[in-house]
Nanobody, 115 residues
Framework: QVQLVESGGGLVQPGGSLRLSCAGS????????MSWYRQAPGKQRELVAS???????NYPDSVKGRFTISRDNAKNTVYLQMNSLKPEDTAVYYCSTVRGPVRYWGQGTQVTVSS
């Protein structure tokens, strides 16, 4: 069983920054890909960042250059640093990982970008 707990969301003005954290437990953390997704009201959940066990990262064009994913395997934690935030970044952000055929999700943390 894998448990993921996100934190760090909140209200921020356009152009501001937030750092999200995701604490994982239950299985060997370091060898698995960790990802952040987001879901805005009325939209499908979308991938915003992923990091492999070796530290390779992947981002869609919509956040590339503004978001940075990182991991601290000693703490079983993955982070999402979000800079230059835009109103369209407003969504619930979820941490996720896969173990075999099962994708695990955290409970999500709300990020609202508004003046």
């Amino acid at each position: 069983q894998v448990q993921l707990v996100e934190s760090g969301g909140g209200l921020v003005q356009p152009g501001g920054s937030l750092r999200l954290s995701c604490a994982g437990s239950g299985s060997i953390f370091s060898i698995y890909v960790m990802s952040w997704y987001r879901q805005a009201p009325g939209k499908q959940r979308e991938l915003v960042a992923s990091v492999s066990s070796g530290g390779n990262t992947n981002y869609p064009d919509s956040v590339k250059g503004r978001f940075t994913i990182s991991r601290d395997n000693a703490k079983n934690t993955v982070y999402l640093q979000m800079n230059s935030l835009k109103p369209e970044d407003t969504a619930v952000y979820y941490c996720s990982t896969v173990r075999g055929p099962v994708r695990y999700w955290g409970q999500g943390t709300q990020v609202t970008v508004s003046s």
